[in-house]
């Protein structure tokens, strides 16, 4: 068991120090404010989703158009991506795979 441990211990710190190795170099160098863009495009693509769904609540009777639902598929799609890749940014950080200067 104690044998497994430190195995499972020196793969984690293999991959924390790979994932340095290898990402950080990839972003130049972020300061607080440079995530400001990445939260204002996921917080835009969130907003013209819950828009797009408002509007057809408020359009259609009863069943949306093929249309509607067609827009609505692609800005989900949209939206899933572009948290799905926030959140490995955020991961990334948490990780210290990226390191983000305070000031």
Do not use: C, W
């Amino acid at each position: 068991m104690e044998d497994h441990s430190r195995l499972l211990l020196e793969i984690d710190r293999k991959i924390k120090t790979l994932n340095k190795e290898i990402i950080d170099p990839m972003i130049p160098s972020l300061k607080i404010e440079d995530l400001t863009p990445v939260i204002k495009l996921v917080a835009h693509i969130r907003g013209a989703y819950l828009k797009e769904l408002f509007a057809i609540s408020s359009a259609s009777e009863g069943i949306p158009s093929h249309d509607q639902i067609k827009r609505l598929r692609e800005l989900r799609i949209a939206f899933e991506e572009f948290v799905s890749a926030a959140q490995a940014m955020e991961t990334a950080i948490e990780r210290g795979y990226l390191e983000v200067e305070e000031k």
